[in-house]
């Protein structure tokens, strides 16, 4: 539907409306639907979280469940520096979308990489604005070009989560156009994503949710956003101050604040033209949908072109760090193959949160590599250690439903004693379970469910059972009741007091035992939620792993190791402590090393991790959180079918101390978060206090290796028109590979403090040995500029420029002048 008659119409509606039908308009009706107005046939439209998959594994009212394509996250999208591969996987996350009978896909999450520890890191792009703004104008073309609509977030400055629905965002004007707002304004008036959703926190002392400055001024009037402000989901905390400075939609459903917004129209506490705006903007989302005339895309989901897609984005964000002796890829005379680590046999695919998604499967980096291998190679497997240090989630293959597929059966029932006939049934559930209450079809009713199956564990030991939970939790095993456990009663509008309950347990390897999890939620109870923890402990003396993974790396020709988070470890909701790893690990990789000099590292992290290991093991490799295809796309790097292309997207730090954001941010959480770093962040700090990182930003290393030559310059430029500069990159290598050609723009004459160098383009290059390849960048005069904070506009000052090109922030090949007139 063309624009203008997309507005014609959304005004001729709005003409039609009753105030009560506005102001109903601007809440959800429940936890994902917006509320319909059948009198003039205006339908529900159906969010659903992402953003690396459609979020659908709750039996909530209104929404289709079941599994979806678990795609690379975040980090990995952009670490890939390949806006066109992203804006592909971004047309399958369409259709998914669609699919699953959706109209809004929330997503993507662009918040900037500041600090090593932010549980969301592994979820958003890049320290870097520019690399996370090509990035997500291609994730939004690519959804929004199936007819689904996306959600720019978090806006804006959320960049922690430990106290991120209270906490104020203290930054500088400048920063926060330079850092913090660049990558938006580039997402907003490139790709028009349908709505922006605001962040909990406050920035400067205001919530987003109302704060004028940013939702008004800048994002409508100066950007021209055309689409609707959504808050996070509980994100509003006024009745008419929000609507009044920009938020146009308070979700979830049924209003908590907004049902209150006519009095405050009566009372002229807020104009009934900020309330038309906002009514006019949901409009439009109706109506770009297709729902109100029957002409929604078509979708489709877990298709094998999606579950291949999802492979080749995984593929191409893997980095290599390190390489000593070319041990990678596997040598094709390697005759014995040690696998080692926590992550070997486990497929930690993503973190946890809302953007955690159920997929059809997911393949372990032991099943990949031995699918690859067949019986050609032995195959040494050792688990070596856990990568927890609080028992983890009950990894689905170790629970059986009745009907003998992964996971359990789920019996969810609208009494509080778990009688009566079920309303809904579904198998291959997880051991874990989260949702809303007060915005579902259960919110004025009773609600129990019961989980059952059977647990087989691989290993005789102690197991210990951790279960946090709110509401009524009980533990069957072998149906003798061991964990019956009462949470604390919430009260209306207040939060839960959730507990932990602990049971210890003697498990026989490979013997199968009955389990079954009982819930009832409080009549008044505002959030359901249980997550069923196992982890195993030994006797002193008696946990031999790390031995018996030394003595598999002494027999094999090369080791590889596959260590980093359990998965859901870095999460919505909370930051990580430190950069360590968990557990035992950073002693397991020392251990193999010293069995075996050709040691390789695969890292299962989404953000910087300390590796007091460097200097013992040969090589290292990045693999993110690939996503359900994580085995196949990790062996095929390992083994050489695929050559790493993938470049850091954040910069490594050799400790946390290191990092700028260290002296400004207190980790655990604090009232105010002050942004002391001002535009220094990432390697634009490192760069400017000539620190070394453990790895620089854009580093990634390839089997084959890259020429950069015949660097063209312009003299001289005048104001306003674009700069083009080429340069020419030669695979000199003996295999095919990709190449990020990384161009950075540094001012020499500023009237105001500058970073040395910023990055303002980048190209991937894919060539076969011996090619060449020129490559041509456009310099806008956005990129030669800076934020004026007391003239208030962007300013591009006349004088000298070096234009830098290179394979990382840190490894420059040629450098170039020019002067702007």
């Known amino acids: 539907m063309k624009p203008n008659k997309i507005e014609k119409r959304a005004d001729d509606l709005l003409a039609k409306l009753t105030l009560e039908e506005k102001i109903s308009l601007l809440s959800g009706k429940d936890i994902w639907n917006t509320v319909p107005i059948p009198r003039l046939g205006i339908p529900s439209i159906t969010m659903t979280d992402g953003p690396h998959g459609v979020r659908a594994s709750n039996p909530e009212v209104g929404r289709k469940v079941g599994p979806a394509t678990s795609f690379p996250t975040g980090i990995s999208m952009s670490a890939s520096w390949n806006p066109e591969l992203v804006e592909k996987v971004?047309?399958?996350?369409?259709?998914?979308?669609?699919?699953?009978?959706?109209?809004?896909?929330?997503?993507?999450?662009?918040?900037?990489?500041?600090?090593?520890?932010?549980?969301?890191?592994?979820?958003?792009?890049?320290?870097?604005?520019?690399?996370?703004?090509?990035?997500?104008?291609?994730?939004?073309?690519?959804?929004?070009?199936?007819?689904?609509?996306?959600?720019?977030?978090?806006?804006?400055?959320?960049?922690?989560?430990?106290?991120?629905?209270?906490?104020?965002?203290?930054?500088?004007?400048?920063?926060?156009?330079?850092?913090?707002?660049?990558?938006?304004?580039?997402?907003?008036?490139?790709?028009?994503?349908w709505t922006v959703m605001c962040s909990y926190n406050r920035i400067n002392g205001v919530y987003a949710s109302q704060?004028?400055?940013?939702?008004?001024?800048?994002?409508?009037?100066?950007?021209?956003?055309?689409?609707?402000?959504?808050?996070?989901?509980?994100?509003?905390?006024?009745?008419?101050?929000?609507?009044?400075?920009?938020?146009?939609?308070?979700?979830?459903?049924?209003?908590?604040?907004?049902?209150?917004?006519?009095?405050?129209?009566?009372?002229?506490?807020?104009?009934?033209?900020?309330?038309?705006?906002?009514?006019?903007?949901?409009?439009?989302?109706?109506?770009?949908?297709?729902?109100?005339?029957?002409?929604?895309?078509?979708?489709?989901?877990?298709?094998?072109?999606?579950?291949?897609?999802?492979?080749?984005?995984?593929?191409?964000?893997?980095?290599?760090?390190?390489?000593?002796?070319?041990?990678?890829?596997?040598?094709?005379?390697?005759?014995?193959?040690?696998?080692?680590?926590?992550?070997?046999?486990?497929?930690?695919?993503?973190?946890?949160?809302?953007?955690?998604?159920?997929?059809?499967?997911?393949?372990?980096?032991?099943?990949?590599?031995?699918?690859?291998?067949?019986?050609?190679?032995?195959?040494?497997?050792?688990?070596?250690?856990?990568?927890?240090?609080?028992?983890?989630?009950?990894?689905?293959?170790?629970?059986?439903?009745?009907?003998?597929?992964?996971?359990?059966?789920?019996?969810?029932?609208?009494?509080?004693?778990?009688?009566?006939?079920?309303?809904?049934?579904?198998?291959?559930?997880?051991?874990?379970?989260?949702?809303?209450?007060?915005?579902?079809?259960?919110?004025?009713?009773?609600?129990?469910?019961?989980?059952?199956?059977?647990?087989?564990v691989p290993a005789e030991g102690l197991y210990l059972f951790r279960i946090y939970h709110s509401g009524i939790v009980r533990l069957y095993l072998d149906g003798k009741l061991v964990v019956n456990s009462q949470a604390g009663k919430g009260g209306p509008g207040q939060r839960d007091d959730d507990v932990t309950a602990r049971v210890t347990r003697l498990f026989k390897g490979g013997k199968t035992y009955a389990l079954r999890l009982e819930y009832v939620r409080y009549p008044d109870q505002q959030v359901m939620h249980f997550s069923l923890g196992l982890g195993v402990t030994y006797a002193p003396g008696k946990d031999d792993r790390l031995a018996r993974a030394a003595a598999a790396a002494r027999r094999a020709d090369i080791a590889l190791v596959f260590v980093g988070y359990p998965e859901a470890y870095e999460t919505e909701g909370t930051d990580r402590p430190d950069m360590s790893l968990t557990g035992k690990q950073d002693e397991l990789v020392a251990a193999v090393a010293a069995a075996n000099p050709k040691t390789a590292v695969v890292l299962n992290v989404g953000a910087p991790v300390g590796m007091p290991w460097l200097d013992r093991v040969a090589a290292v490799v990045q693999a993110y959180y690939p996503g359900q295809e994580n085995g196949n796309a990790v062996a095929r790097v390992l083994l050489g079918a695929v050559n790493p292309s993938g470049k850091l997207p954040v910069t490594f730090p050799k400790r946390l101390e290191d990092s700028p954001a260290f002296i400004n941010h207190s980790y655990p959480g604090c009232r105010e978060v002050n942004y002391g770093e001002g535009f220094f962040i990432g390697y634009r700090y490192f760069d400017k206090v000539e620190r070394e990182p453990l790895f620089p930003f854009g580093f990634g290393l390839s089997y084959t290796s890259f020429k950069y030559n015949n660097l063209r310059v312009p003299k001289r430029v005048k104001t306003g028109k674009p700069v083009q500069l080429s340069v020419t990159i030669t695979n000199t290598g003996?295999?095919?590979?990709?190449?990020?050609?990384?161009?950075?723009?540094?001012?020499?004459?500023?009237?105001?403090?500058?970073?040395?160098?910023?990055?303002?383009?980048?190209?991937?290059?894919?060539?076969?040995?011996?090619?060449?390849?020129?490559?041509?960048?456009?310099?806008?005069?956005?990129?030669?500029?800076?934020?004026?904070?007391?003239?208030?506009?962007?300013?591009?000052?006349?004088?000298?420029?070096?234009?830098?090109?290179?394979?990382?922030?840190?490894?420059?090949?040629?450098?170039?002048?020019?002067?702007?007139?």
Not at 161 to 180: G, M, P, Q, W
Not at 315 to 331: F, H, Q, W, Y
Not at 776 to 795: C, G, H
Request: aromatic fraction near 8%.
């Open 90 to 193: 971004g047309q399958a996350l369409g259709e998914e979308t669609r699919d699953m009978d959706c109209d809004i896909l929330l997503g993507p999450c662009i918040n900037i990489v500041r600090h090593p520890l932010g549980g969301r890191n592994f979820e958003s792009y890049s320290e870097d604005p520019y690399l996370a703004g090509r990035t997500a104008v291609a994730y939004i073309n690519g959804v929004q070009s199936r007819g689904v609509g996306t959600s720019l977030k978090h806006y804006a400055v959320n960049n922690y989560e430990i106290e991120r629905h209270r906490a104020s965002s203290n930054v500088d004007e400048r920063t926060l156009r330079e850092i913090y707002l660049a990558h938006f304004e580039m997402a907003v008036e490139e790709a028009q994503p």
């Open 211 to 456: 704060n004028g400055y940013l939702l008004k001024n800048i994002l409508k009037h100066e950007w021209g956003f055309q689409g609707a402000v959504v808050s996070d989901w509980g994100a509003n905390h006024t009745i008419f101050e929000s609507v009044a400075n920009g938020l146009d939609l308070e979700m979830p459903g049924p209003a908590k604040y907004y049902r209150m917004l006519g009095e405050a129209i009566h009372n002229w506490q807020v104009d009934q033209e900020a309330v038309d705006q906002a009514v006019r903007r949901v409009l439009r989302l109706v109506l770009l949908s297709g729902r109100m005339d029957g002409t929604t895309s078509k979708g489709s989901v877990n298709s094998p072109a999606h579950q291949a897609l999802a492979r080749t984005l995984a593929e191409e964000a893997i980095t290599l760090l390190k390489n000593e002796g070319n041990v990678l890829p596997v040598s094709k005379k390697a005759k014995t193959i040690a696998v080692i680590g926590p992550n070997a046999a486990e497929a930690v695919i993503q973190g946890g949160g809302s953007a955690n998604v159920e997929p059809p499967y997911r393949v372990t980096p032991l099943e990949g590599l031995k699918a690859a291998l067949g019986s050609k190679v032995e195959i040494l497997y050792e688990q070596g250690c856990d990568n927890y240090d609080e028992p983890r989630n009950v990894p689905a293959g170790w629970l059986k439903d009745p009907k003998g597929q992964p996971g359990l059966r789920s019996t969810f029932y609208t009494t509080s004693d778990l009688s009566g006939t079920p309303r809904e049934v579904r198998d291959g559930r997880k051991a874990e379970f989260w949702w809303h209450i007060g915005v579902s079809s259960f919110a004025q009713t009773p609600f129990s469910g019961r989980w059952e199956g059977s647990l087989t």
């Open 734 to 821: 003996e295999v095919a590979g990709k190449e990020v050609v990384q161009l950075y723009v540094a001012d020499s004459e500023a009237s105001l403090p500058r970073p040395p160098k910023e990055l303002k383009g980048f190209a991937k290059v894919e060539l076969k040995p011996g090619a060449s390849q020129d490559v041509t960048f456009m310099l806008e005069a956005r990129a030669l500029s800076f934020y004026d904070p007391y003239r208030k506009v962007w300013t591009t000052e006349p004088g000298e420029f070096q234009v830098l090109v290179g394979s990382s922030s840190r490894d420059i090949r040629l450098k170039g002048r020019f002067t702007l007139e």
